[in-house]
Structure formats: structure tokens, C-alpha cells
DNA sequence: TACATCACG
DNA sequence: GACGTACGTGATGTAC
């Protein structure tokens, strides 16, 4: 959006109106007036206007209930209820408010606000003009297009194309026949029933609008859709009617009078002086001015205006994202090489068949040398699929640069040590480019070296938003990048990336490198003024290489045993759920815990039942075990059969789904930038949740394995959370313990209970474990209590006995909160920032929330730091003692390799090193070593 | 798709 | 005096 082009403003005043009433306490005047909306919709405006600026604004009003809809359809809106007594008499004086502002106000008797702004944003529009709507309204989406943007004034957000694709699943203009058939329950829009958003999009997809589907209705294969299409024809061209706003609605007001004024501070002073709202007056720096006429240039009436820039728009002088360039012929792509050696840094996006980067198939690769300046090149691209017909002639790929010979041109670039290439989740590209030819469109290159913008932001940014790149680049460039799922389509019409056009796959895949570059560019010089360099470079970069390998590697799985399992798991349930029937006198689903909550409290009526959220009885395991307690068998064999659906379901038969044929192997997909503490995360499989805790669960385990001639060796660093608790909050009796290798709960047990060593007790112990991890969790005595099945009381005297007995860790708690409140972040022990969302919320309940995590967060961070700056250290040193020892997974606090038996020892000497010797703490560090034929038993 | 549940550290 | 009550993840099944 260009500053030089008349920009318009329209805010839809009744989403302010509603908001600022809902969100505020009751509010009166000195004589009585409720005040509550007024003073909200104000600060709300100032507020805006000290941000935004346009050529013409205006405040668009509902004028009357009942409108040109209600001709159409009675019903709509009916069931709105009249708005609250206290809210009546504030409508007027917001009018004023809006003016005293300057701003002008828009209403018609007979048309809703929103037909208002859809005829104004045509008009204005028509004239060449920018129009930017203050509304996150759905039924306002349909309005988006090339000079018309909605703006999300809680999220700040514009919504442009993307947003409202993602919200309907088409084109702005498709919007109101999406409506139509979905209808809106908010606005008693009766649309079609049983469709939904999701179908609706799919219909308006493939059949372009509501009449041409009507007409199509027939073809319909689904009967039950079909003859509801049929059925309800006409309630959906109803529905549509009302959805579709009115653009040629008459304007109240010639846009001319819509031209912002020059703020009049005297007036808005008077206003607010009027209405009480000082805080206002002074927020707004108009204090003390006595409501002349600012002929003097006052200092703060600029700021409502003046500083404004105009909405989520990029930098007046940032080229613009596309058009970019199709690379197709040989000569082509060797002068983008030699102009990415030359530039020093390229970015590159590759683009694949699947988000598996195992078994992804190359399909194009795109290059972005400058912002702006960006290409694709497709290597796979098929042909369009043909639609069938007999005449038409078969359906030949676009012409492209034959893979082997493209890739052989890229090769020197991707591996030049003096080109930096900067990607967005590198190891996923990495793991694609690198994998060897012979698997098929692969290419065995090792591109290097390598910048990462996703890690660049995590290692700045982790906890305080995602990661992903559309959300990078809205956040920080201002620019939503084209939906993959707007390129490919979604659900049944979702085609591979190799057959979208190049046209398109261009405009999408040199889009990515383009904000890549763009982002790295923002980002990477704010590592060193956010004191993040260290971090970002020495572990977040290094563990790229390191986890690339590990998740190529996979680890073996006994897959015949995995099916035995499910076997015995499966008949066995079938017998305990025999069994509940009978208990529960009648047969139920036992997987749910709907069904489940009423058989016992409402049927058995048993004892102890709660109620969740949904209003339905809770049935966890914990409620399940209660019972259980008190003798009853139900809940206990439920229990039982849980335990093995839940083994079954997720791991048995899910992990069988993800053995690699390949190799006989599973490999997971560690994800880096997920987590707000500095941790990694696992999927497809998740591979840090393998059970152990039961004996059912540890046969689940011992089905990894190790490959003939190894063994696995586990390596778990012991109790490093508690390291780091008496590391940082210096507790001497608990560094003592550390330092002379004693069992940390007994000697928390002898310290709180006052207790020789030698009578420290199993229960004792267990206390003592118990608050030791709720400490770092941030407890309550009510937590402790319930943990340890004790009175509140009780409890209580434990946690004070446990604070006066390490005073150090008290202080570090309420440090901790402390630091999370000032800085918006804490610090692990290695100086990561970990920002903690909702600190400052006055919502106690999720503050206390947030309270919790500052406290967890650099515990669990720290631990995380240590064992990554283990696992970068790790490949070197092993191969510097000359061993062969492959890393395969990362469990938190464990690391699991795969070992030739004949070396054994000398790995473990090596990996235990290793480990104890990355961080200098107050406390000594630990490793425990394992091995053995499978994981269960390296344990 | 939201929720409940439960697997792990 | 009420509020809510242990941190961080991911996968699955049910029910809307």
C-alpha cells in the first residue's frame, strides 16, 4: 500500500462498541451516566489514530435493528438479543467522541454498517483509493481484493487474500457463496444444513458459485448432500442475499467530507474533561490545557496523526514480492550461480513432493539473491493431469532444465565454502538435497555452509511466538506470503506440487527464498545486540548437521515382535472389556469417557465424580484410581484396558505405520524451534515418548533394537534438573549431596524432616522426591497435598519446613518472577532468553499460569542446553578416539547410540566424558551408562 | 475440530 | 474471600 495514493479508513465502530463494553468493568459518570464503552471505544480510537493515518477516515455506526434484510428474511439476526440498558444511553456520546477526534461518523437508516463500508470501499476504490477496514468481522471478507485490506484491530493483523482463504478455503470474491451454503448461526443465516465451512469450500471449488452448483446439484454424489442441495435451493439463495453486503448502498456523505482532519486537541480535551476520563487525558498528554483553541503548536496533537504510518505496509522503498523469474534453460541458471557467488549470500527454498524430508522427491529449488530478485527452477514438474477426454491430447511436462544437468550447475554453488546459503528449517532441505541420487530425484549435495532463519528467530524468540516462516514474515516484514494450501489446493482437490503450473509454482516457491532472504536480512544482525550470537552459532547451527544425521540414521524396530504384541494387547482387551460390560450391567463404548463418566456416576452413581469444562464427568486415570482405591472394579479394569489401547494404538500399530520398508527402521522428525524452554520436540513418530513406566509398556520398548553386531548404549544424565536448581539458587546442603554423589531426595528427606541420614524412610524419600520436582514445577501446597494425598495443612508445613530449610531457593523462585515480569523473559544458566507469555496478565489464573513457567523455564532450558552442547561436541569426539558409534536419539535428558560391539568401553568412556564435561557448574555433572540388545535393557 | 486422555522427560 | 492449583511436549479416539 503506497503512501502517495488516497488511503480510507473506515472502522467499523459497532466490533469497538461491543468489545469495549464486554471488556470493561461497569463504569458512571459523576451523575449517573455508564460511561464503560464510552471510555473504552475512545481509548481505543486514540489509541488507533495514534498509529494509523489515511487520507480519509470515518467511524461506520449500525444505525437501526431492522434493516433491508429482515424484507427478505424475518428471522435474521432475530435471535440478537436488544442490546443492555446500560449500553443505550452511550451510543450518542461515542458519536461525539468520534468526533471530538475529528473523525467523521457513518450511519444510514435501513442499511447495516457493514453495507456502509462495502459502498465506500467500492466508491472509494473505483477512484483509485487504498481502503483499509478496522474490522476482524468474517462477514466484512468478502470486500478484500488488490485496494481493499481488512485490519484485525486486537491482533493488529491485516487480512489480506491468504487470511480470508485460510478462513474460507476460497477467493474473497467466492466468499459469499461459501456463506451461503455454510450459513451463520451468530446471525441466523440458515445457509444449507449439514454443510459446513469445509464442505462448502470444497462445492464452491469445484463449482465456481452457489447457482452453477444448484444447477449441478444432481451430480452430487454424496445422497444425503445432495438431496439436502436439492431441498434447500432456496433458503441457500435466501442465505446468500443476506451474506452479500450492499455496495450500492447510498453513501450519507460525499467522500470529500470524510477528508481527516487536522486534530483539534481543545476539543477532545473538552470531551474527556466532560466525561471524567482523566487517565485518558493524560495518556493523551492533554492535560492541563485548558481547552483553548490549540493555536499554539501544541506538542502531543501531532502525535494522533502525525507519527502514523500507514497500515502493516512494508517500507515505502522494499521492492515488491514478484514478480520473479522461471528458470528453464542451462544458461539461464548459470548466470543466477554466478550472481550468487558474486552476492556472497543466497537464499534457497527447496520444493518436494512431501513434508517427509525421507522420502520427499525434489521438485524444484528456488534462489533469492537480493530482495526482490529471486527465481525458481523446477526440475520435476509433471504434467497437468488430463481431465479425461478422449480428444484431448495427451499432457506433456513444461519445459525444464533436465535434473541431473541442473543440479550439476547448482552443486559448486551449494557446497562453495565462500557462498553462504540461508534457509528457512534447513535440515529439512538439507536432508533432501543430501540424500544420495541413487534413490531416485535426490542429489547427495552438501550444502554448506549454512544460515537458518527459523533458528536465527528461535534462538532470540523462543516462547514469545512461532516460528514458521508466514508467520516470520507478517510479523516482520509485513507481508503474508501466498498459503501453500492456495498453490496445491486442499483435502480431495490437493494436487502434488509437481503438477501445479510453473506460473503459479513460481510465484509461490521464489515468494519463500525471497522472504528467506528477506528475513535473514532483519534478523541475523539483531543476534549480536540480542546478545544470541553464541547461542545461535555454537549450538542452534551446529545441532542442524548433528540431528540431520540422527533422523537419517532411524533406529531398528522388531516389527514381528511389535505385531506379537499387538496380538496379545488385542485379546486381552477383549476380555476385559467383556468384563466391564458385565460390571457396568450393560454394553458401552469403553473408549469413551463420555459414556464411561455416566455409567459410573450417573448409573452406579459411585462417589467423588467432577465435572469438567463440557459439563461431562472427568474420568482420568487419577479419578479412575480413586475409585479403584476404594474397591470398586470397574474403574480398575478400565484402567487396565486403557493402558492397552493406548500402548496398542499409539504404538503399536502407529509405530508399525511408520517402519521404514527401506531399512526396517523408524525415524522421527526432531523439531527445533517448537518448544517456548529450549527443548526439542519429536514426531512422526514421537519418538521421546516410547513407554517404559509398566511392564506392558517395557515390552514395547525392547522392540528397538539393535542392528546385528551392536548394541545400544543409553546415556542419561542423572537428575539434571535438580543440578540446576542447586546450581543456580546455591543451596549448600544440596551441593554437598551432588558433589559427594549421595541420593539427592534422601538427603532433601534428612534436611526438611530433621532426620539422621540412616533414618530417612521410603515414605520419607518419596516426600521428599515429591516436592523436590514440584519445586522446579512451581507447586502449591494445594498441588503438594493432592500429589501426596495429605492435608492442605499438612502439606503446607512440608513446603515451609523445605524453604526454611533452603532459604536460597525461595529467593531464586521469587527472583525468577520477578525477572519474568520486568523483561517480559528469564534467563537459563547459558544465557538464553526464554520469553514467558501472560506474565503481566491481571487474569490471575493465567498469570499464576505464567508465574509457573518463569519458574520451570530455566531449569528445563538449562537441562536442554546442556545435553545440545553434548550432542554438538559428541560426533568429533568420537571420531577423534576412532569409534564408529552412531547417535540415534535425544530423549531430554538421555542420548541413545548404536555401538559395534567390539567397542563397547571405549565409547562409553567417550560419551560419558562428553557429556560430564560441557558445563561448569557449582555441582558436578553425571552420566549413567547402559547397554545392552535393545532399549528397554540399555536402560 | 475441540476435548479428554495418556505416553514420555 | 475467591480463584485455581506442577512444567514441557505429541498422538489418539470420541463426539460435535
Redesign the pocket.
Known amino acids: 500500500m503506497r503512501q502517495d495514493k488516497p488511503h480510507l479508513i473506515l472502522v467499523d465502530g459497532s466490533g469497538y462498541i461491543f468489545r469495549a463494553f464486554h471488556a470493561l468493568p461497569p463504569m458512571t459518570r459523576p451523575d449517573g451516566v455508564p460511561v464503560n464503552a464510552v471510555f473504552g471505544f475512545t481509548s481505543m480510537l486514540g489509541n488507533f489514530l495514534t498509529k494509523h493515518a489515511g487520507s480519509h477516515i470515518a467511524v461506520v455506526f449500525d444505525r437501526s435493528r431492522v434493516t433491508f434484510r429482515n424484507q427478505i428474511y424475518a428471522d435474521y439476526k432475530a435471535h440478537r438479543p436488544e442490546p443492555p440498558p446500560e449500553l443505550v444511553p452511550q451510543f450518542a456520546l461515542i458519536r461525539e467522541a468520534t468526533a471530538a477526534f475529528g473523525v467523521a461518523c457513518l450511519e444510514l437508516e435501513n442499511y447495516e454498517a457493514d453495507d456502509l463500508i462495502a459502498a465506500y470501499a467500492k466508491a472509494f476504490s473505483a477512484e483509485g483509493g487504498q481502503v483499509t477496514v478496522v474490522s476482524s468481522d468474517k462477514d466484512l471478507m468478502q470486500l478484500v481484493g488488490p485496494n481493499v485490506q481488512l485490519l484485525d484491530p486486537i491482533k493488529q493483523k491485516p487480512i489480506r487474500e491468504p487470511e480470508v482463504f485460510e478462513k474460507f478455503g476460497v477467493t474473497p470474491d467466492k466468499v459469499v457463496e461459501v456463506q451461503a451454503l455454510a450459513g451463520d448461526s451468530t446471525d441466523n443465516v440458515p445457509g444449507v444444513p449439514g454443510i459446513g465451512l469445509?464442505t462448502a469450500a470444497q462445492l464452491i471449488q469445484e463449482y465456481g458459485d452457489l447457482e452453477n452448483l444448484l444447477a449441478c446439484a444432481g451430480q452430487i454424489k454424496q445422497p444425503k448432500r445432495r438431496e439436502s442441495l436439492q431441498n434447500f435451493a432456496e433458503q441457500a439463495r435466501i442465505s446468500r442475499q443476506l451474506v452479500l453486503l450492499d455496495a450500492d448502498a447510498p453513501l450519507p456523505r460525499p467522500i470529500d467530507e470524510l477528508l481527516a482532519q487536522p486534530p483539534e486537541p481543545g476539543k477532545l480535551a473538552i470531551f474527556l474533561r466532560d466525561q471524567g476520563f482523566r487517565s485518558l487525558l493524560h495518556r493523551m498528554g492533554l492535560e492541563g490545557d485548558s481547552g483553548a483553541p490549540a493555536t499554539s503548536q501544541p506538542r502531543h496533537a501531532p502525535a494522533i496523526l502525525a507519527q502514523a504510518e500507514p497500515v502493516g505496509a512494508p517500507p515505502e522503498d522494499a521492492p515488491a514480492f514478484g514478480p520473479y523469474e522461471t528458470v528453464t534453460d542451462l544458461d539461464t541458471l548459470n548466470r543466477w550461480v554466478e550472481e550468487a557467488r558474486a552476492a556472497g549470500t543466497v537464499a534457497l527454498d527447496t520444493e518436494t513432493d512431501s513434508l517427509d524430508a525421507l522420502h520427499a522427491r525434489l521438485v524444484g529449488i528456488s534462489l533469492a539473491i537480493a530482495p526482490g530478485r529471486a527465481c525458481y527452477i523446477p526440475l520435476a514438474h509433471g504434467p497437468k493431469p488430463g481431465n479425461g477426454d478422449m480428444l484431448e491430447a495427451a499432457p506433456v511436462a513444461p519445459v525444464q532444465i533436465p535434473l541431473r544437468e541442473a543440479l550439476s550447475a547448482l552443486q559448486p554453488l551449494l557446497e562453495d565454502p565462500g557462498t553462504l546459503k540461508v534457509l528457512h528449517n534447513a535440515k529439512y532441505d538439507l536432508e533432501v538435497l543430501g540424500r544420495p541420487q541413487a534413490e531416485g530425484a535426490n542429489s547427495g549435495i552438501e550444502v554448506s555452509p549454512v544460515d537458518d532463519t527459523m533458528l536465527i528467530s528461535y534462538s532470540m524468540d523462543a516462547?514469545r511466538h512461532g516460528h514458521g516462516m508466514d508467520e516470520l514474515s507478517l510479523r516482520h516484514l509485513g507481508h503474508s506470503p501466498i498459503p501453500y494450501d492456495q498453490v496445491t489446493g486442499t483435502g480431495r482437490n490437493r494436487v502434488p506440487f509437481s503438477q501445479v503450473d510453473l506460473e503459479k509454482a513460481t510465484a509461490y516457491a521464489a515468494e519463500d527464498a525471497d522472504v528467506t532472504l528477506r528475513l535473514w536480512q532483519m534478523l541475523k544482525p539483531r543476534l549480536r545486540s540480542d546478545k544470541a550470537l553464541a547461542l545461535y552459532e555454537q549450538i542452534e547451527r551446529r545441532m542442524i548437521g548433528v540431528l540431520k544425521q540422527m533422523e537419517m540414521e532411524g533406529i531398528r524396530v522388531d516389527g514381528v515382535e511389535l505385531a506379537r504384541i499387538g496380538e496379545d494387547f488385542s485379546q486381552r482387551m477383549v476380555t476385559l472389556e467383556q468384563k466391564i460390560h458385565e460390571l457396568a450391567g450393560r454394553p458401552f463404548?469403553v473408549?469413551?469417557?463420555?459414556?464411561l463418566?455416566e455409567i459410573l456416576f450417573d448409573e452406579m452413581k459411585l462417589p467423588g465424580g467432577k465435572r469438567?469444562?463440557?459439563g461431562?464427568?472427568?474420568?482420568?486415570?487419577?479419578?479412575?484410581e480413586d475409585l479403584s482405591a476404594r474397591g470398586h472394579e470397574l474403574p480398575k479394569t478400565v484402567?487396565h484396558w486403557?493402558?492397552l489401547?493406548?500402548?496398542k494404538?499409539?504404538y503399536v500399530?502407529?509405530l508399525a505405520?511408520q517402519l521404514d520398508p527401506r531399512d526396517g527402521r523408524v525415524h522421527t522428525d526432531f523439531?527445533m524451534a517448537?518448544?517456548?524452554?529450549g527443548?526439542l520436540?519429536?514426531?512422526?513418530?514421537?519418538l521421546?515418548?516410547?513407554?517404559?513406566?509398566?511392564e506392558e509398556?517395557v515390552r514395547i520398548r525392547r522392540a528397538f533394537v539393535a542392528s546385528p553386531g551392536h548394541v545400544l548404549l543409553a546415556a542419561d544424565y542423572s537428575q539434571i534438573e535438580l543440578r540446576l536448581l542447586a546450581h543456580l539458587a546455591d543451596v549448600p546442603s544440596l551441593r554437598d549431596a551432588f558433589a559427594k554423589d549421595e541420593d539427592i531426595h534422601s538427603r532433601t528427606a534428612a534436611d526438611i524432616f530433621k532426620l539422621e541420614p540412616d533414618k530417612v524412610d521410603r515414605e520419607a524419600r518419596r516426600r521428599a522426591k515429591?516436592i523436590n520436582?514440584?519445586?522446579?514445577?512451581?507447586?502449591?501446597?494445594?498441588?503438594?497435598a493432592?500429589?501426596l494425598g495429605i492435608g492442605p495443612g499438612e502439606a503446607k508445613g512440608i513446603i515451609d519446613a523445605y524453604f526454611a530449610q533452603y532459604p536460597g531457593i525461595r529467593a531464586e523462585m521469587e527472583r525468577l518472577k520477578e525477572e519474568a515480569r520486568i523483561n517480559g523473559f528469564v534467563l537459563t544458566p547459558f544465557g538464553r532468553k526464554l520469553w514467558i507469555d501472560g506474565i503481566t496478565s491481571k487474569d490471575?489464573?493465567r498469570r499464576?499460569?505464567a508465574e509457573?513457567?518463569a519458574?520451570?523455564?530455566p531449569f528445563?532450558g538449562g537441562a536442554a542446553e546442556i545435553i545440545k552442547r553434548a550432542m554438538v561436541r559428541m560426533p568429533k569426539a568420537l571420531k577423534d578416539a576412532g569409534l564408529d558409534a552412531k547417535m540415534l536419539l535425544q530423549?531430554?535428558?538421555?542420548l541413545l547410540f548404536e555401538v559395534p560391539q567390539g567397542q563397547l568401553t571405549a565409547t562409553s568412556a567417550v560419551v560419558k566424558q562428553v557429556m560430564e564435561s560441557v558445563a561448569e557448574l557449582r555441582v558436578p555433572l553425571r552420566a549413567e551408562i547402559g547397554h545392552g540388545a535393545n532399549w528397554a535393557e540399555a536402560h
Open positions: 469445509k516462547g463404548n473408549g469413551s469417557p463420555k459414556q463418566g469438567g469444562k463440557a461431562a464427568w472427568g474420568t482420568d486415570a487419577a479419578v479412575l484402567l486403557r493402558q489401547s493406548k500402548l494404538s499409539t500399530e502407529g505405520a523439531s517448537i518448544t517456548s524452554t527443548r520436540s519429536s514426531t512422526e513418530p514421537n521421546q515418548n516410547i513407554p517404559i513406566r509398566t509398556g515429591t520436582f514440584g519445586i522446579i514445577y512451581g507447586m502449591s501446597a494445594f498441588g503438594l493432592a500429589r490471575m489464573s499464576g499460569n509457573r513457567a519458574i520451570n523455564a528445563q530423549v531430554h535428558d538421555e
